[in-house]
């Protein structure tokens, strides 16, 4: 079992920036991967980003260059930096865990890009 909790959400003006952290009771070296996700009202959650044990990091097309992934050195903590943040950036993030086959969620923390 891994429980995953999300926090940092909230709102914030076109071009800011918000860092999202993600608080798992086990180590990301012993979980495969780290993603978050978000979905926005009347869409299908999307994979903005995603790490895995090793570091390896990838990202949505729609966020690259802006978002970035990262963890703690102690591995329980995994963050999403959200720089130049747009309204189409509006959404619940939610945080998922992978292992051994696996699928894990956080709560979700809703974001809203807004004037």
């Known amino acids: 079992q891994v429980q995953l909790v999300e926090s940092g959400g909230g709102l914030v003006q076109p071009g800011g920036s918000l860092r999202l952290s993600c608080a798992a009771s086990l180590s990301i070296f012993m979980i495969n991967e780290v993603n978050w996700y978000r979905q926005a009202p009347g869409k299908e959650r999307e994979l903005v980003a995603s790490?895995?044990?090793?570091?390896?990091?990838n990202y949505s097309d729609s966020v690259k260059g802006r978002f970035t992934i990262s963890g703690n050195n102690a591995g329980n903590m995994v963050y999403l930096q959200m720089s130049s943040l747009r309204p189409e950036d509006t959404a619940v993030y939610y945080c998922n865990a992978l292992k051994d086959d696996n699928n894990y969620w956080g709560q979700g923390t809703q974001v809203t890009v807004s004037s």
């Open positions: 790490i895995t044990s090793r570091g390896t990091t």
